[in-house]
């Protein structure tokens, strides 16, 4: 199992960029799929962006060109580097790990983006 604690949420306006990170308790080293949901008021959890162990990377498309996920396995973490942020991107961000078929998610950290 692993642990994950999200941070780098806050307040912006539209345009601004925000880093997002997520600590894992353990090595990612072996985690093959790692990545962020985000989920708005009133809305179904999206999909935002998924990595790899081997660096594979998928994005929904809404993100794609303004958001870039990584992972550093030295660190543990897998940070989500958001630009050009607009306010449809206004939710509560999650980081997840699939580990032996089990999903695991952080407590989410609050981006929101004004007009």
């Known amino acids: 199992q692993v642990q994950l604690v999200e941070s780098g949420g806050g307040l912006v306006q539209a345009g601004e960029s925000l880093r997002l990170s997520c600590a894992a308790s353990r090595s990612i080293f072996g985690i093959n799929d790692m990545g962020w949901y985000r989920q708005a008021p009133g809305k179904q959890r999206e999909l935002v962006a998924r990595?790899?162990?081997?660096?594979?990377?998928n994005y929904v498309g809404s993100v794609k060109g303004r958001f870039t996920i990584s992972r550093d396995n030295a660190k543990n973490t897998v940070p989500l580097q958001m630009n050009s942020l607009k306010p449809e991107d206004t939710a509560v961000y999650y980081c997840f790990a699939l580990v032996a078929n089990r999903e695991y998610r952080g407590q989410g950290t609050q981006v929101t983006v004004s007009s």
């Open positions: 990595i790899t162990s081997g660096g594979d990377t």
